[in-house]
């Protein structure tokens, strides 16, 4: 289930808006498109919008490919800087434009219709190695999974959310893959609906034995006993393991310590801001309240009312039990072990 690839010259996209009820691929030329669709999260998830991100700006080189290498170079900053203004939280977004302006930097001596060709490389580079990381995580990541256990999921860290596999969903898979007898729940993640509408579907597509309950009925689970272990995703890790993910995170890790349950959060290393020292520094996106009022376009809310949308919350490192990344498991302390990870 790749919701990100390159076909026939085309970006093409699965619109995760329209899952699970309407499976529509759209195609995309046009870098403005392509940060439209960000916005409007026709794609999302950390890794797949930094992939997307890559190709978007392939498409901006490709359109300013024949101007003069000056206005080329004025015009590729502004095709940058369009696209990492569509989403403030997940680092993988800056981290892939990063990669494509470094390559940009370490080719000038070239015309732009040669560079072209260079970036295309760089894209489908990010691409590719996003899926070798899901996978690598998945591998880890399944040794802390047991035979029989129930996990908790929040949001869609799956296959949907990167190029192919997933992060937290990849270890359930792995998990799933080498044979042990598991089984998820998964928040229903509100406002977006990310857990009812693309984990569940993703989960029960692969035949993983998946239960979806509202996000308040997560505690409760637990007090019952029925909750091993919880494992998400991120959208970016300070370099002190503090986490920011899909709001509501913040609350499960704090009902999972009360409980004595692991947390476990799977993430690429383009997942961690190694130069942000806290959580605090990281900057929470704030949607359209329509996405609170309004249920699948019927209005819940009484017109007029106060409402505050945060997409995203910060995970303390206290409740963080481990950070499972394509490089190994790694363990507190966070603010000694993640630097280690840029080696
Ligand atoms: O707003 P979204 O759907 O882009 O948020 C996605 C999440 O919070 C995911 O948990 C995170 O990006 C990790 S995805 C591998």
Redesign the pocket.
């Given at each position: 289930m790749k919701p990100v690839y390159f076909e026939e010259g085309k970006l093409r996209l699965i619109d995760?808006t329209k899952l699970p009820t309407e499976f529509i691929v759209y195609s995309y030329t046009d870098y403005r498109e392509i940060a439209k669709a960000i916005v409007d999260?026709i794609v999302?998830?950390?890794?797949?919008?930094g992939v997307t991100a890559g190709y978007g700006v392939y498409f901006g080189a490709l359109e300013y490919q024949n101007e003069p290498k000056d206005v080329f170079y004025v015009k590729m900053k502004e095709v940058c800087e369009l696209l990492a203004s569509t989403?403030p939280?997940?680092v993988?977004l800056f981290w892939a434009i990063k990669r494509m302006e470094d390559v940009m930097a370490a080719n000038a001596d070239k015309e732009p219709a040669e560079l072209v060709a260079i970036l295309k490389q760089e894209a489908d580079a990010i691409c590719a190695e996003d899926i070798q990381m899901c996978r690598d995580m998945g591998k880890h990541g399944a040794e802390l999974i047991h035979e029989g256990d129930t996990l908790l999921t929040?949001?869609?860290?799956?296959a949907l959310?990167?190029a192919d596999y997933?992060?937290?969903l990849g270890v359930i898979r792995a998990a799933h893959e080498a044979g042990k007898n598991i089984s998820v729940y998964a928040d229903e993640t509100r406002p977006?609906l990310?857990g009812a509408r693309l984990t569940a579907y993703e989960l029960q597509t692969d035949g993983i034995p998946v239960t979806l309950i509202t996000d308040n009925m997560a505690g409760w689970m637990m007090k019952l006993g029925k909750i091993d272990g919880v494992i998400?995703?991120?959208?970016r890790i300070a370099a002190n393991g503090d986490v920011a993910?899909?709001i509501g995170?913040y609350s499960v890790s704090v009902l999972a310590k009360a409980h004595g349950i692991p947390m476990y959060v799977?993430?690429p290393t383009s997942?961690i801001d190694f130069e942000m020292q806290s959580g605090d520094e990281i900057v929470i996106?704030q949607r359209d309240c329509r996405e609170i009022s309004h249920i699948g376009g019927v209005q819940v809310a009484p017109d007029g009312v106060n409402m505050e949308n945060p997409?995203?919350d910060v995970t303390p490192h206290q409740n963080v039990t481990a950070i499972i990344t394509e490089k190994g498991v790694v363990y507190p302390p966070y603010d000694l072990n993640i630097p280690k990870l840029k080696e």
């Open positions: 995760q999260m999302r998830g950390a890794p797949a919008i989403r939280t997940a993988n929040h949001c869609n860290a799956g959310a990167t997933g992060t937290a977006f990310q998400v995703g991120a959208d993910n899909k995170t799977a993430a997942t996106e997409a995203f």
